[in-house]
């Protein structure tokens, strides 16, 4: 009934007003409602094949586990971000080849790198609502871990099932804060290679001060491929692989694109919280913004400080400190737009107040759902009280050498148990995850700057947990009180932990993952014996986390139905929260106005990038790009209005987190771009749409294939893209 309520709310909305056209992250299946919407924005193909999972373009937009990208040829040639593929550039980096700064083509198959061993590529096959089996049974007055248990269980069965042919990774995922449960079913491959990156200086020119920004003149692409075995299944990295054929792959559009042109991403965006309560807001902005921002200032500045004059170290924390950079910007940029409006929790007030006069009038139903509204709020109002606590805590116990050890005790643990009924992370599913991290940690791990990190967190979590919410555990561990906000002899405490023990080797690494516990908590390796210390506590609050989602999830979906019968009554779109799932959304190519008396126009040009290069980091070009643009080189990729080749655009397409490296369609269903960021503007939008301001930023194809051609002579992708480079 609830499925079908969905279905009807979303045709009623399909024809929104204006002001609300462009918003949206709208599932594949909710497509063919918004035809006539879709039509008059100006799209080409048929709305229905916009839900076709086995059809083009659908089935060749993947996902990379946190990134979006696409397949561009039928040898498995996949496009994405350079900043998603930053991760694999890394990690074949070193400092006598340092190929972040000098970029990377492989001139054949055999020259592509293995990317990180827990690089993924997952294509999505199938969408299946399994609502009806994760609720069946379920009643408004259990237990809340009961609650929570049952659906863990039912999930991990339909996961066990749906993962049987091998090959596939399964996941349920709930919409609408559990109102609707789907299995979505992926093909999961794990040979993944590095085919070409643009150096740095390209790839992220402008670097952090130009991110989230615009006007902006970034070529934020790079290019992986998926490899499977000779019998064309997934298989490990092996070099007998070959390169996956997808059934489709998108083509790369040879016509101008221009202002006001339809345009439509297709990916995975990550979360968004349009639909959180008012209490949910101001936490954000009253507490864990801020807090996360002034960490992560000294997380960077702790990397900058202990990385000093070593170029390893450097190379070893370059994607760790471009994530936190981001997350610090995004963080920034959400209190700054929060602070532009007009009192956002006030708002959110004033809504939830005309969502309960409304439930006032609907009767039983109505006072049922304005009952569960309360409750929920009493809920996130209890779970706030142990805010610090989980920030810090979880911080000491889950990073570097610390949080390695706790992964091989909890997983040792977890394998004393038949597989249904260990913890999530810990199944045989997960066993080559867990082994690929402990193999990649010797490119992302410098025992000095571990220690100096675990040193910044350990001294939060004694100034900043309060005392009623401190860890005995832990604080045993350290050797204090919980009245304590110091810690006296932390430097020496921590210099046994890193002398004495072995993780930091990758061979002690393996061979305790194939320990039992009781050899684990017999070890006198100290990290070792941190986690058996610590264990009690993180199982302890586990349950009780479990217990409060639980009983969450018996009281969020009813505050959403309420929400999405509130919005329907007012003509409101009708979407779930962004959550890592397939979605579209479409728009225009279009600028905007930020503040009075300032437009900006769509598209920036290499005339840009020679004005914005200082030749001072990051506003450094390579020579081989700016001789070719004072050349006039690649004359046929220019845009006769502008001039110019064009290097990034705008559009008011829908986006989040997740979306980077998602294709960008023109009305044919053609590739014209890549999602790349949005606008300083929009980043509060993940809360408040606001579509006046909110805007995404793509890099267009017309530059990256300029690059291609006249830079890094990348010629035998091209070709294998169907390209001419003449």
Known sequence: MRIRFLAAAIAATAFATAAHADEGMWQPSQMPQLAAQLKARGLQLDPA????????????????????????????????????GYGAIQYNSTP???LLATGFVAGSFAEELPADPNARVYVTQDIRDVTAQINAGLTADMDGKARFDAIDARSKALVAECEQPGGLRCNVYNFHGGLQFSLIRQLEIKDVRLVYAPPEAIGKFGGDVDNFEWPRHTGDWSFLRAYVGRDGKPAAYSKDNVPYQPRSWLTVSQEPLHAGDYVMVTGYPGSTSRYRLADEVQQAIQWRYPTLVQYFKDYLATIER??????????????????????????QGQLDGFAKMQDPVGMKRAQEAALKAWLGERGAQGAAQARALAALEQELAADNRTREREQWFGAAVGGGLTGTAVRLYRNAIEQAKPDAEREAG??????????????ALDKRYDARVDQALMALRLQRYASQVPADQRVPELDAWLGIGAGDQAIADLDARLDALYAGSQLGNVDARLQWLKADQAAIEASTDPALQFAVQVMPALLRFEQDGKARSGRISALRPQYMQAMIDFNQAQGKPVYPDANSSLRITFGTVRGYSPRDGVEMTPFTTLAGIVAKTTGEEPFVSPKAELDAIAQGQGSQYRMPELGDVPVNFLSDVDTTGGNSGSPTLNAKGELVGLLFDGNYESLSADWIFNPALTRSIHVDTRYMRWVMDEVDHAERLLAEMGLSHD
């Open 49 to 84: 094949s916009l839900s076709d999972l086995a059809g083009k373009p659908l089935d060749a937009v993947i996902s990379l586990g946190g990134c979006t990208a696409s397949f561009v040829s039928p040898q498995g040639l996949v496009v994405t971000n350079h900043h998603c």
């Open 96 to 98: 006598e080849r340092d």
């Open 306 to 331: 202990t990385t000093a004059g070593d170029k390893a170290a450097e190379l070893k924390y370059a994607s760790t400190v471009a994530g936190i950079n981001n997350a610090l910007k995004l963080y």
């Open 426 to 439: 810990y199944q045989d599913r997960d066993a080559p995850r867990i082994e690929g991290g402990l193999r």
